[in-house]
């Protein structure tokens, strides 16, 4: 391919995380103004991943763990905008930006497809509804703001199973994500406790589950042991060998049966493609196996000569026949830096008319923080663990932190976290949705007489009881099935429930905000008259809870 | 009173701005165990409101410029919960906490009204859906993130109408908070537009309208005349006699009828009773004077013996006989910490039987920022600006601000700013409403062709016409009049438009998001069945746009 000025060839790079990013960098700095390098991301800054659960507990201002994309790679043109479609035929992305969603199209010479994967609970019953992902600076932000929250709560209520229910925090997955989790949170919640004067430590649970037979697979076995040890002394219980069957609004239920009444899940596992990947699936025809973009050696998209894909959404073999998981590249973010190198080498190679690599590349090694300067690492074959391993841990971070701004702030947040005591700033945690899913266990009491209703409850699965108690006796008054609501005579009256509001069976429930209720009852009249009528039919006044 | 052990008095202090928190902490010191304190607040921390322009200019980080209650008054009780009502007979305060709204009652003995002000722009059309605010700390963090998205979408349009108006920024009120809002977010942008290649600096607008004569009435005439000075300097336009008449998505409209295209509107005006208050009036009879708590001279309001008012939230007389505004505390920090130990004082005076005291002060000074190293000052009658005045402003700050480590973060903070670029991360500010109101001025333009729906419109006032343009020719196809609905067929198939949806006359429009609506729609089958029919009614398909 010959390159003029007229008609540079242009690549474009689809998700900023470290395999679009790195690419994109590393595309600049091999052809410079001789193409036109588009990176195109939903957020305007590259997120340094394995720093997240630092955010989640307050080490690091969230704003310091991340740098804006336009810093760390000056010189190409970058968009922030989501990607709706990609059309392979006529080569063009399909995108929209801005709030008024005015559809875009965006052409390529060479496409990386390199957007990550998202988390897909939808296999575990109750876990989209109710369990915290970490998987982006706002999950992250969320997570911190919600623990507050809870020992915010659970200092000022009277109610001891309501109490206990606050004070329990469960993890889900004990692999690096799930471990650095629980170590950051156990040793937040340690640091802020002397604000709380009605919470003595030992009510504090702090629960890791995790499905296999020990924690940090990723790890030597006498590693994760040490690591083991050092959260069982700090007084988490890690449960091994257990699976997760359900999560509900105030319990997480086990493959044993057993449930622990919890406020609070972090689920760390459950990765599967993106949106657009699996549009992609269905509507072009693209290959996916193990849920990710198959790609050849040279990081190729099987069956498109100038479509890439690499990171955590692509899978790419490490030998020519691939058998086992094992032979492909895991999803971390050394790999995924590695093979940007690569993938930027092969695009330039192809733009020069030269021929392109396979990928390959022998780890370094691995590390886990476990909180309270305390970690595990394997590095060239040598095991470390403790404060060694830690401060290893922490200088590794340093030399992977994109730009000097970045390792500025971060170490500047790291040197103030030693010195001073953290805070517990709570910034409002108000749920972004009005409409939102909730899912109720059998016998899950979902209303108690004296509340007042967040919301219009509409039943979707399941089915849900309305029970009035008086003295010594208590009647059923209503049954609720699915497409049966309830709440909107005390939302319209902002009366307290009289009442026991409570599932029969497993039901999953649509509960619409008060507020936005409010405001589509009275913009849309048939709404309205549907509900108007709803309660004279279905509900005497003295029938409501 | 004679104090016993067994029943200690209690009071509680509802609001932890600088009238309730600093109350709550001259009481701790004045009382200590004798009493019980209870300060109750919606957030866990206090909000040092001169600073907020600093935030929402990424000078200082969001959760540097607060302090965590419990750190700043530690021994006192402290209650993160929504007040709902106060029963002055029964001497208990109702309040809700936690996500599940349960309604508490909280008793007192001598109760401290110090919530401040809310916003209310209701008297102005389309602002209270079109105008950002700048009262709290995620007001300050919202509003960074909006012009950070301003600019991020100008960089990539190729509307140059678009760009013209997403670059055009309007500050509303030219008193304190509205010069150093404009100062600040000018330096914000000046500083951060070498990351945005496509945008030249003189297509940047920035406009602050004054309804008055000059800018800061608060200062001397002389001071405003230079702050004026400096704001023209840096391209800043300033519109003084000129009051604001409406605001739409896109535009606001002054009382002269010029439009001034713009994306992004700053209200600093609008001061009004907060929702507790207004339902006190309502329910209890409770005196409001210039939509204020009206006090005696010792902070007791008017017709109670135990409830105290300060802050913005009360009108204070100065002199015995009050005839206008000048006789009555104006509502600046300066004066709410000053009320604040008089109240302080004059509660424990009553608790141990002595008598109270007026309130008396006389301020020693103001000082305002105007961005870029200036600021304008007068203390002790002598003026002061640029650089010097600057310099006292961030000494005197210093010196405020409560506790050592929130001052070394904020001091810290500046330090930084000084040296490092500033950031221009981007965390997602989607709305956090489902149901947002809009306002369309006559002939504005809602949709054109080639857009995705961003939610269902369903038109409250006014009306709205959809129409389709052929080769030359445009056709009404529909009229939209109050309880009409638009979008429901373009959401269910995620097409694009194919014609213009207009606003004919103002109007208002509830619009519910996208994927509340698709849930809803899910859920409520009566909801689902009203669309279908209207849409068969209503609507053939190729009448659809």
């Known amino acids: 391919m010959v390159m003029s000025a007229a008609a540079k060839p242009k690549v474009v790079v689809l998700g900023a995380g470290f395999g679009g990013a790195y690419t994109a960098k590393h595309l600049h700095r091999l052809l410079g103004k001789r193409a036109e390098i588009e990176l195109i991301n939903q957020s305007n800054y590259f997120v340094f991943q394995p720093l997240l659960p630092e955010v989640a507990s307050g080490t690091i201002n969230a704003q310091d763990a991340v740098t804006p994309l336009r810093l760390m790679i000056p010189g190409i043109k970058f968009r922030m905008a989501e990607v709706l479609d990609i059309d392979f035929d006529r080569r063009v992305v399909c995108l929209v930006q801005g709030s008024k969603r005015r559809m875009l199209e965006c052409r390529y010479d060479h496409l990386v497809i390199a957007g990550g994967q998202q988390t897909n609970l939808s296999f575990l019953p109750g876990f989209t509804e109710h369990s915290l992902t970490l998987k982006n600076l706002a999950d992250a932000h969320h997570l911190r703001n919600v623990v507050i929250e809870r020992l915010e709560h659970a200092d000022v209520t009277q109610d001891t199973e309501l109490k206990k229910r606050l004070l329990t925090f469960v993890v889900a997955g004990g692999g690096f994500s799930g471990v650095e989790t629980i170590g950051e949170m156990s040793e937040m919640i340690r640091r802020i406790l002397k604000y709380y004067p009605n919470i003595e430590a030992q009510e504090l649970r702090g629960v890791l589950v995790q499905r296999g037979d020990r924690i940090l697979p990723e790890l030597p076995e006498k590693l994760a042991a040490y690591a083991h040890r050092q959260l069982q002394r700090r007084g988490i219980e890690i449960m091994l060998n257990c699976g997760l069957k359900s999560a509900s609004a105030t319990a997480v239920e086990l493959d044993s049966g057993e ?237 307290q429930t009289s009442g026991y509001l409570k599932a029969v069976i497993d039901s999953r429930v649509l509960i619409l905000q008060r507020d936005d209720f409010a405001a589509l009852r009275e913009s849309m009249p048939p709404v309205d008259a549907y509900l108007n009528s709803a309660a004279s039919t279905k509900w005497s006044t003295s029938e409501q809870i």
């Open 259 to 495: 449930k622990i009444d919890t406020a609070t899940v972090v689920s760390t596992i459950g990765n599967g493609p993106s949106k657009l990947v699996l549009s992609l699936e269905k509507k072009q025809g693209l290959r996916l196996e193990r849920g990710k973009i198959r790609t050849d050696r040279y990081l190729r998209v099987a069956g498109h000569e100038n479509v890439w894909s690499i990171g955590d959404a692509a899978l790419i073999p490490m030998v020519e026949q691939p058998r086992d998981a094992a032979d492909f590249a895991p999803p971390t973010a050394q790999y995924a830096v590695r093979e940007a190198r690569c993938l930027a080498r092969n695009i330039a190679a192809r733009l020069k008319g030269k021929r392109v690599k396979p990928f390959n590349y022998t780890p370094k090694g691995s590390l886990a923080s476990i909180g309270n300067y305390k970690a595990v690492a394997k590095v060239f074959g040598v095991r470390f663990s403790g404060v060694i391993a830690w401060s290893m841990w922490r200088g590794f971070y340093m030399l992977m932190l994109p730009g000097f701004i970045t390792k500025m702030r971060v170490a500047l947040n790291w040197f103030l976290d030693y010195f001073v005591p953290r805070t517990i700033v709570q910034v409002s945690t108000t749920q972004s949705r009005a409409c939102r899913y909730a899912r109720y266990c059998a016998g899950e009491v979902i209303f108690v007489p004296g509340q007042i209703a967040d919301g219009l409850y509409v039943v979707v699965e399941g089915q849900l009881e309305a029970v009035r108690s008086g003295q010594g006796d208590s009647k059923i008054v209503r049954k609720l099935e699915p497409g049966d609501h309830w709440g909107d005579n005390l939302l319209q009256d902002n009366q």
